[in-house]
């Protein structure tokens, strides 16, 4: 059998698994709006971290990653994982009471929370914008990532672009039919075999290279700095990225919009210390796999470095394992981009569409399903030629969600809080995202404003100062 | 807008010591005063990383413990 046919089959069984679960779950579901966006809230404990897991680790996770963790060595780890985890304080923090709002009030989107909660339209469509603005390129790095496996599997056999065509549309398939029921429970499939598949391919390399120890002595010998945080990375640079994840990963549209779907606010509570319990060993598969790829690999380029996972697999195992391996990182790539597709057309429907026109209802869960379609085409053309690697196109998103944290938090937590400051300190931090962004492409970002830290710190400081100086200004105002 | 409506704003914290139990434990994930250490566990995991993962498992169960307390 030819490596492309061993490919394709097993390809075939996957995406025929997929589309069984995607079509089982939309056969127990309701041809309606509520059910389409936020599965009638009605998803278990377990089920619901699952479903946030999967959601959170994409196609990143599994090549990006690793990619990553080769060049960086083990501080990568350190980098990722504490934030990470405190993730979990976050779904307890912002996802119990976003439920809360969310059930009583009828809320299903991010935005919708916004505007309900503020009472202003302005702030809600300005943090819509800003949510799809910046999901849209974190889109394109799936299907881009999708294609990198594809290419490398089967030694340029087959075109990554076409075929994160094929897999984009068989995710369409499964999300026009079902939305978020099929969404979650296809998580569920594609989180099991990105979990189990990971570590089997951690076994695999690592048996291939002559176990733990061995590969843990020569890397020793030959790249002793990828072992140290000292030469690669700084305290404050580690303390950013520790801060970042537990304030970005809420204002992800797909996350964000899972704090809905739960069907009491205990299944929060268990996916919040779920989270912190899974983490630290999930993300030592990665990057045990970038890390030792410096063994058999020590010269790859940046951009290559993000495909070092199935490099290791065909150098190690046989291919019809190295394929089945990275089965799951098209199952890490499916998982994030459904659910991102699915948050994306419920904020262009529900807070754009809905909030100027008159559409009933059932035009609503009709027009979610055509702009599924829609965005999932736009996120195919961006990921034709991504603008550098998978790390630096999804940091661009990062820090610009980010902005939107301080506006979250203090809706839900500080009774003075007034919408014209939050608008102001979303527009100052998009600002200030852009000349970040384009004083990196010039001559670099200033020291004096990021005093060593990665650049989203200052930027969220200074939108949380604006929103609480703005709210103590404003509330003064409104008592004289 | 019920009475119930009303009052599910703005959210609030159990108590302080919670707090300082999250920024203690992200203060001691920076484990700064090793910063430089190269030792190893078993040939291949550095220490700092052990450090980091009994850390984050100690967020697990202070996660644990603080959902049993904090009922919104």
């Known amino acids: 059998m030819s490596p492309t046919l061993i490919v394709l089959a097993v390809l075939t069984l996957y995406l025929a698994g997929s589309l069984w679960v995607g079509w089982r779950s939309w056969r127990q579901g309701a041809a309606t709006l509520d059910d389409y966006f936020v599965a009638s809230r009605r998803i278990s404990p377990l089920v619901l971290f699952c479903t946030l897991a999967a959601t959170n680790f994409s196609a990143f996770?599994?090549?990006?990653?690793?990619g990553a963790s080769y060049r960086l060595g083990w501080p990568f780890y350190g980098l990722m994982a504490f934030g990470t985890s405190l993730v979990g304080l976050s779904i307890l923090l912002l996802g119990v009471p976003i439920y809360k709002l969310g059930k009583a009030k009828g809320y299903l989107t991010p935005p919708e929370l916004i505007t309900g909660e503020s009472g202003s339209q302005m702030l809600g469509w300005l943090y819509g914008a800003v949510l799809v603005i910046f999901t849209l390129p974190y889109l394109a790095v799936q299907p881009y990532g999708a294609g990198l496996v594809l290419e490398s599997l089967t030694d340029g056999g087959i075109d990554g672009f076409h075929g994160a065509v094929l897999l984009?549309?068989?995710?369409?398939?499964?999300?026009w039919l079902g939305g978020m029921r099929s969404s979650v429970w296809t998580d569920l499939l594609q989180g099991g075999l990105m979990l189990g598949l990971m570590l089997t391919a951690v076994l695999v390399v690592m048996q291939g290279l002559g176990g733990f120890g061995t590969v843990g002595g020569d890397l020793a010998a030959a790249h002793p700095q990828k072992f140290m945080r000292e030469g690669a990375v700084t305290w404050q640079v580690w303390l950013s990225y520790t801060l970042l994840w537990p304030m970005v990963v809420p204002m992800f549209p797909q996350l964000f919009?899972?704090?809905?779907?739960?069907?009491?606010d205990k299944a929060l509570r268990t996916a919040a210390w779920l989270y912190p319990t899974i983490v630290p060993l999930l993300f030592l598969a990665p990057v045990l796999l970038g890390v030792s790829g410096n063994l058999d690999f020590p010269e790859?380029?940046?951009?290559?470095?993000?495909s070092i996972v199935p490099i290791l697999l065909l150098e190690h195992a046989p291919l019809w394992l190295a394929a089945l391996v990275m089965t799951g990182a098209l199952a890490a790539f499916m998982s994030t981009a459904d659910s991102q597709l699915l948050a994306m057309s419920?904020?262009?429907?529900?807070?754009?569409?809905?909030?100027?026109?008159?559409?009933?209802e059932d035009e609503q869960y009709s027009l979610g399903r055509w702009?599924?379609?829609?965005?999932?085409?736009?996120?195919?053309?961006l990921a034709y030629d991504p603008p550098d690697t998978i790390f630096n196109v999804v940091s661009q998103a990062f820090t610009g969600l980010a902005v939107l944290f301080p506006t979250t938090v203090a809706l839900l937590w500080w009774r003075h809080t007034r919408s014209e400051a939050c608008i102001a300190s979303i527009l100052t931090g998009e600002t200030l995202v852009a000349w970040t962004y384009l004083?990196?492409?010039?001559?670099?970002?200033?020291?004096?404003?990021?005093?060593?830290?990665?650049?989203?710190?200052?930027?969220?400081?200074?939108?949380?100062?604006i929103l609480i100086v703005g709210s103590l200004l404003l509330g003064k105002d409104s008592e004289t | 807008m019920t009475g119930t409506e009303r009052e599910l704003r703005p959210f609030r914290l159990p108590s302080l010591r919670w707090t300082g139990i999250f920024v203690l434990l992200t203060l001691l994930s920076l484990d700064i005063w090793a910063w430089d250490s190269k030792a190893v566990i078993g040939g291949w995991l550095p220490v700092w990383v052990f450090h980091l993962l009994v850390l984050q498992f100690v967020l697990?169960?202070?996660l644990w413990r603080f959902t049993q307390e904090w009922k919104p």
């Open chain 1, 61 to 66: 996770f599994f090549l990006g990653f690793a």
């Open chain 1, 168 to 175: 984009t549309g068989v995710m369409l398939i499964y999300i």
């Open chain 1, 346 to 360: 419920s904020i262009l429907t529900r807070d754009i569409a809905a909030s100027i026109t008159e559409l009933k």
């Open chain 1, 439 to 465: 004083a990196a492409q010039g001559g670099g970002i200033p020291e004096w404003f990021t005093q060593g830290f990665h650049p989203s710190m200052p930027i969220i400081f200074l939108s949380a100062v």
């Open chain 1, 300 to 306: 790859l380029a940046k951009a290559e470095s993000d």
């Open chain 1, 257 to 264: 919009s899972r704090f809905y779907i739960a069907e009491s």
């Open chain 1, 371 to 381: 702009l599924v379609v829609a965005l999932a085409i736009v996120g195919l053309a």
């Open chain 2, 60 to 62: 697990a169960f202070a």
